[in-house]
């Protein structure tokens, strides 16, 4: 994966210029409507973490899309909250959606079948006002004709049953940006970023977010645990004669009691939770063998205290 730098490309050619289309569109919606999963779908690569969780997302995080005539520069964004959210962890996650939108030239809201209410929220609120093309994508049709969805207490229940099956669309539709239409809404201009350029994101972010995203899959830690989770990478080790990556993370967690249930007895939680990470990461690097080292820390209220969030990237 080409993550790593940031190219300008000076393109000379006058006929090029002027058909060639590149801009930002900025995917936004409601938790759990499957942001990032489209994303990953349009860019065909699994760069941003999706699971059934709602609040995967965390960050903005842009993803290339480039063809000869466009350059679509898709941004990821956490869903939004109706109201301000418990922490201040949620205040700056949702300024990450307000500057997403200020950056965008298309915006595009994802909703999904079941009708679930665009929250009536100023970020949202602010879109009745825009000047920008809004594309509406109306999301999991594969779950079309199911009698109704089931309540939310049925989808805990289903959420807590440690049996259950990876999540597996019955159907998936191809999506698709090149389609001329939606290219038209992209104002014209040259490429910001080089053909292969996938995004400004490191390959150490993307890492911590598969750790990320073995927690919230955990089926070991239930509820708010993996919400208290954020995970930084203390040291990343290219292969060398062995040909392993050498990779240590630490997950922090807001309190004593939290460190203990991720550890599990006798470290069985968090040895779990490096296996399903560690062959994650494996499928990103394209199959680089990774040796995973994690530790788990106590950084006390990490999610209300500005001053970590700004060390976590969270800035406001
Ligand atoms: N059945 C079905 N499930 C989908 C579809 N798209 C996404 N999902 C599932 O919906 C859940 C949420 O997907 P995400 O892509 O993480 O949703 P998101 O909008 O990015 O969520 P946040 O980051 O929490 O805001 C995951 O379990 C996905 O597998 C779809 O087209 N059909
Ligand atoms: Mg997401």
Redesign the pocket.
């Known amino acids: 994966m080409n993550t790593n730098t940031t190219t300008i490309t000076n393109v000379n050619n006058d006929d090029h210029q002027q058909q060639h289309r590149c801009g930002y569109a900025g995917i936004v919606?409601?938790?759990?409507?499957?942001?990032?999963?489209?994303?990953?779908?349009l860019l065909k690569e699994d760069l941003?973490?999706?699971?059934?969780?709602?609040?995967?997302?965390?960050h903005a995080i842009l993803g290339v899309l480039s063809s000869p005539t466009k350059q679509c520069c898709l941004l990821?964004?956490?869903?939004?909250l109706q109201g301000d959210g418990a922490y201040q962890l949620q205040a700056n996650m949702m300024e990450a959606v307000k500057g997403a939108l200020t950056d965008s030239d298309v915006i595009v809201v994802?909703t999904?079948l079941f009708s679930t209410p665009i929250p009536d929220d100023n970020v949202f609120r602010r879109l009745s006002e825009t000047t920008k093309p809004v594309l509406v994508v109306v999301?999991?049709?594969?779950?079309e004709g199911r009698a109704k969805r089931p309540d939310e207490a049925t989808i805990q229940r289903k959420k807590d049953d440690e049996e259950e099956e990876e999540?597996e669309?019955?159907k998936?539709?191809t999506v698709s940006l090149t389609n001329d239409d939606v290219k038209q809404l992209l104002p014209i201009g040259p490429p910001l970023y080089d053909d292969d350029f996938l995004s400004d994101r490191s390959v150490r972010f993307f890492c911590s977010e598969l750790i990320r995203e073995a927690l919230l899959e955990s089926r070991y830690l239930k509820k708010e645990l993996p919400y208290c989770c954020e995970v930084q990478i203390t040291d990343y080790k290219e292969p060398r004669d062995d040909n392993i990556t050498r990779i240590e993370a630490t997950i922090f967690v807001e309190r004593d009691g939290q460190k203990a249930i991720i550890i599990g007895k006798n470290g069985d939680v968090v040895k779990q939770v490096g296996i399903i990470a560690r062959e994650k990461i494996e499928r990103f690097l394209d199959g680089e063998k990774v040796f995973l080292q994690l530790r788990v820390k106590i950084n006390k209220d990490w999610r209300k205290r500005e001053d970590q969030l700004a060390k976590f990237g969270y800035s406001n």
């Not at 941003?48 to 965390?58: G, N, Y």
């Open positions: 919606g409601a938790p759990n409507m499957g942001k990032s999963t489209l994303l990953n779908s941003c973490i999706a699971t059934r969780r709602p609040q995967t997302t965390r990821d964004t956490p869903g939004v994802v999904d999301n999991k049709i594969d779950l999540d669309f019955e998936t539709y």
